[in-house]
């Protein structure tokens, strides 16, 4: 166990993570304030906010507590590799729940495959692939909700899934496409009555988080901004992008099948004209603004909604241009 105090730890690890005190208190969600005073030991975080913390930092909770028993490197992408001697045990982990529905999913296959061979009498109007492909899609439906943040995205591809499935079970008649809209249309109206009324909390720790220029591990991820021309593509995943360029003069962003944020709190400067275009489908998209800079946010798309949250400085000497099609999502701009 560590001698350091938990303020100093804290301390310590922000600082070798290059984060601001308010960086901190915004991926936790407390004002910069708290910060200060857990750093000087004034007060101790809330038990429920050190996991947000420790996510933020790139370490363990254990570690956060001094508590870890093996040496941790802290990857770009903010992952964490141990070193050290392994204790083994048998024990649920909610980070396996992917990978043990993967293997559900492949189980799934290889009884369909012995079906298609031996071919039942109650199999014999249907195909190995009328069940595998809508079973693949609410698999990764289940994935989603697993492996980040549950959301209405995961939703609906886990219902479409079904409907598609019960269709070709025969369970279901009509239009599938009428329905299948339907069932979207919904999905997508609920999740965003619903973040009109739940702010939504990033933690920096479940995402791929990735610094200037790198690519991320977790997901199809790329990002750079090379001579302040911002180029962002994803998809599938839950993704994070801080950008550390000093000036942006515009870019591009396509997102699709997920959660993603781009990060611009720590640009200081924007070109004259700067535009950023915002490509969304089937995505929670999120961009960060500093205050320096107002955004003037034009969209287009289908059964898509968009929000703002917080404002710019008055005297925000900075303007940049976002121009946003949306279809099938969210995006929200934060201060």
């Given at each position: 166990m560590s001698t350091e105090s938990m303020g100093k730890r804290i301390q310590r690890l922000r600082k070798e993570r290059g984060l601001t005190q308010k960086q901190l208190a915004d991926a936790v969600g407390v004002t910069p304030q708290a910060v200060s005073k857990w750093e000087t030991d004034e007060s101790c975080p809330d038990v429920t906010a050190l996991p947000l913390i420790a996510g933020a930092l790139g370490v363990s909770t254990d570690t956060l507590l001094g508590a870890s028993s093996a040496a941790t490197v802290v990857l770009e992408n903010g992952t964490e590799k141990k070193s050290g001697k392994a204790n083994w045990a048998w024990e649920w982990k909610a980070g396996k729940t992917v990978g043990?529905?993967?293997g559900v999913f492949v189980i799934l296959a290889g009884v369909l495959l012995l079906f298609t061979i031996f071919k039942p009498e109650w199999f014999t109007n249907l195909s190995f692939w009328d069940i595998l492909w809508p079973s693949a899609i609410i698999f990764v439906g289940l994935s989603g909700c697993f492996s980040h943040e549950f959301s209405g995205f995961s939703l609906g591809v886990i219902a479409v899934g079904v409907i598609f499935l019960l269709n070709n079970l025969?369970?279901?008649?009509?239009?599938?496409w009428l329905?299948?809209?339907a069932a979207v249309l919904v999905i997508v109206g609920v999740s965003i009555i619903v973040k009109q009324?739940?702010?939504?909390?990033?933690?920096?720790?479940?995402?791929?988080?990735?610094?200037?220029?790198?690519?991320?591990e977790k997901?199809?991820?790329?990002?750079?901004?090379?001579?302040?021309?911002?180029?962002?593509?994803?998809?599938?995943g839950d993704d994070c992008i801080i950008c550390r360029a000093e000036k942006i003069n515009g870019g591009k962003v396509n997102v699709s099948f997920g959660d993603f944020t781009l990060d611009l709190r720590d640009v200081r400067e924007f070109g004259d004209g700067a535009e950023l275009e915002v490509n969304a489908s089937f995505a929670e998209a999120v961009v960060k603004l500093p205050q320096c800079v107002r955004a003037e946010l034009s969209t287009n798309g289908a059964f898509s909604g968009k929000g703002v949250e917080g404002s710019p400085a008055p005297d925000a000497p900075y303007v940049l241009r976002i121009k946003a099609a949306v279809s099938f999502g969210n995006l929200e701009i934060v201060y």
């Open positions: 043990l529905i993967f025969g369970v279901i008649q009509g239009n599938v329905i299948l809209l009324f739940i702010k939504k909390r990033k933690k920096l720790g479940g995402a791929t988080v990735v610094e200037n220029g790198a690519k991320g997901l199809k991820s790329e990002y750079s901004d090379t001579d302040g021309v911002i180029s962002y593509n994803a998809s599938f």
